[in-house]
């Protein structure tokens, strides 16, 4: 875990090494160890270490090629590096140090662009050309590092780094709120969109690549995780999970520094973990409310039956509440998905004792594992009924009061296109609406939004095409900015073995039949990590990370917290505080359960309070 930020074709007459060094103060959490600059006449490099691989200086950036013609500041890991850098030593490439970055500068000298097809890893990196005056952008292929963009300056220079809040830093940047960000955010519960929430803020997307000369912007698509299933066996897939995951996780275990892994109750992490073998394994839960928000027994028990030292802390409501400005601080937008809570602290309770952590992210997505992928056995029966009378029951139910029956009418007669948007929906869209000022109003339609990505996987089944809709939206705009953001913020790695290239070229090729059936979701997979958990841990119900929030927003004190920021006049600014106050009341007297939308308000006004209000 490092960071990094930069600018390029300034027009500031200010000394640029003292502006990059403020720029890298605000991500020195990334990167505790030490820090380092490069500046031209056209372009500005910082960087800050958090050591990993290789501790010595020789590894330390921004790093150099061998006749200083290229410049490098790369964060993530390159796991093959090993084999990439005996490839290149034979091609006569001199290396100075034994760390896993120096093949990504060596790999472009060599490979040029195609270097990414190159490596198998994270990483978001930027490579400076001394003589050509141009700049190569590159992104992982699942959107694990994050990378950020902006020509939103005064000056028209171009800014680029690991994360926004050190773009404020810059003299030239313009801090404004991108207005269109906030309408598909209260349905979505995550920056969906790739501009971010500061306006002319762009993220480059994941498996993209861009290139940069003199203010000229070049962005090119290098990958795509697309499935192609291949016929075959249960068993035969079941035995290729077993062998590429044990790989993954031994490419993902090579470190310098101390290597734990987080474990819930279910069974990714738990696969992983049983795979890593670690010394340590870290967990958080909920101790109140009967303690059904809490999986840290379960994790003790298989960590006791493993062997392993297990650690784990309970998170009060309090805590929680006085942290979330500073976790929102640290994701750079708002983010209402309640688990970002529990991982922030999960976070803090692993730096305390390792430096690099294996989690299980991705395996749900790759492998079919979401609930929503699932079709339950009486909507089964509904869809042998025709279409054409599925169709018009179900447009008929949509505008009748919604409860139970009339939302499984609806669903039942519409494409999945229609109905799914990924693992969250907060809001409906018109409900949205309802609580927007007009002057928000105007951000694009979920549709438009989702319609780009299944566009691309039409022929596909539903299955799939949730599945691709989630790898494009969801996983790296919620599931994996926040694991980057929340580890970084203490000062650790969060490595995700699932989310390797060669394993989703396997996953790519399993029949649908295999990821999700009437008996399991990830089918395949809860077969092969039987091979190393008991079979209660590999077929337990997904829980994910739960939150009791609906709990707290029926205690007097946090009520009295929410309602007060709902009636602050930020909440005038862009809600009916109307409509607003009225879910917070509802909930709290048990009417209904607004507890999402109201959180998720309530995340959207806590951050612009931070970033727009406090952060001058």
């Keep these: 875990m490092c960071g990094f930020v930069g600018f390029a074709d300034t027009t500031l007459a200010m000394e640029r090494e003292e502006i990059i060094r403020d720029m890298m103060d605000t991500i020195i959490h990334r990167g505790p160890d030490s820090g380092g600059v490069f500046t031209d006449k056209s372009v500005t490099f910082g960087f800050r270490r958090l050591k990993i691989i290789d501790l010595s200086e020789e590894a330390s950036q921004p790093m150099y090629n061998e006749d200083r013609t290229l410049v490098m500041v790369f964060n993530g890991e390159i796991y093959n590096y090993q084999e990439l850098k005996s490839e290149l030593q034979e091609k006569g490439h001199i290396f100075k140090s034994n760390t896993d970055s120096e093949v990504i500068i060596h790999g472009y000298e060599e490979y040029g662009s195609d270097i990414v097809h190159k490596i198998r890893g994270m990483f978001a990196f930027s490579i400076w050309n001394i003589k050509k005056e141009e700049m190569f952008l590159a992104r992982d292929h699942f959107g694990i ?15 680029f780094g690991s994360e926004i809040k050190s773009f404020l830093k810059h003299p030239s940047f313009i801090k404004e709120l991108n207005k269109e960000a906030l309408r598909p955010y209260l349905t979505f519960q995550y920056p969906v969109l790739d501009e971010t929430f500061f306006k002319g803020v762009y993220k480059l997307k994941p498996a993209h690549y861009m290139m940069y000369k003199k203010g000229n912007i070049e962005i090119k698509r290098y990958w795509d995780p697309m499935y192609d299933e291949k016929e075959n066996s249960l068993e035969h897939y079941v035995n290729k999970i077993k062998e590429i995951v044990a790989e993954s996780v031994k490419y993902h275990r090579i470190s310098d520094v101390s290597v734990g892994s987080f474990l819930s109750g279910g069974v990714d992490s738990s696969y992983i973990t049983s795979l890593l073998m670690p010394n340590k394994t870290f967990s958080v839960g909920f101790s109140d409310y009967e303690k059904i928000f809490n999986e840290t027994n379960l994790a003790k028990d298989l960590s006791d039956m493993l062997g392993i030292e297990n650690h784990r802390k309970f998170i009060s409501a309090d805590e929680a509440f006085e942290a979330l400005s500073t976790i929102l601080y640290h ?56 279409y054409f009378i599925r169709r018009p029951v179900s447009l008929m139910c949509k505008s009748l009061p919604r409860n139970r029956i009339t939302n499984f009418l609806v669903k039942g007669g519409q494409k999945v296109e229609e109905w799914f948007i990924g693992q969250a929906k907060v809001f409906e869209e018109a409900h949205a609406l309802k609580v927007l000022k007009d002057e928000f109003k105007k951000g694009p339609s979920v549709q438009s939004i989702t319609s780009k990505v299944y566009d691309k996987v039409r022929n596909q089944n539903d299955v799939t095409k949730m599945q691709y809709l989630d790898m494009n939206l969801w996983m790296p705009g919620d599931i994996l900015l926040k694991a980057d953001k929340m580890s970084s913020a203490h000062s650790i790695e969060l490595r995700v073995p699932f989310l390797d290239k060669e394993v989703m ?17 990830k089918y395949a997979l809860r077969i092969a990590a039987k091979d190393t958990l008991p079979s209660e841990w590999a077929n337990r119900t997904k829980v994910g990370f739960p939150v009791p929030i609906r709990h707290w927003l029926k205690e007097e004190k946090y009520y009295n917290m929410i309602k007060e920021m709902f009636k602050s006049d930020i909440a005038k600014e862009f809600f009916n505080t109307e409509e607003i106050l009225k879910l917070a009341d509802e909930h709290y007297t048990g009417k209904a359960n607004h507890a999402r939308q109201i959180w998720t308000v309530y995340v959207f006004l806590v951050w612009y309070k931070r970033f727009f209000i406090e952060l001058k």
């Design 145 to 159: 590092k994050p990378l950020y963009y902006t020509q939103n300056t005064k000056d028209n220079s171009f800014i």
């Design 331 to 386: 994701m750079d937008e708002p983010q209402s998905n309640p688990s970002v809570v529990p991982l922030y602290f999960l976070s803090k309770l692993a730096s305390e004792h390792v430096t690099v952590v294996l989690s299980g992210e991705g395996a749900d997505e790759l492998f079919g594992g979401y609930a929503w992928y699932e079709t339950t056995p009486t909507m089964a029966k509904y869809k042998k009924l025709p």
């Design 505 to 521: 070229a396997l996953a790519s090729q399993i029949p649908v039949k295999y990821r999700v059936n009437m008996e399991n979701s």
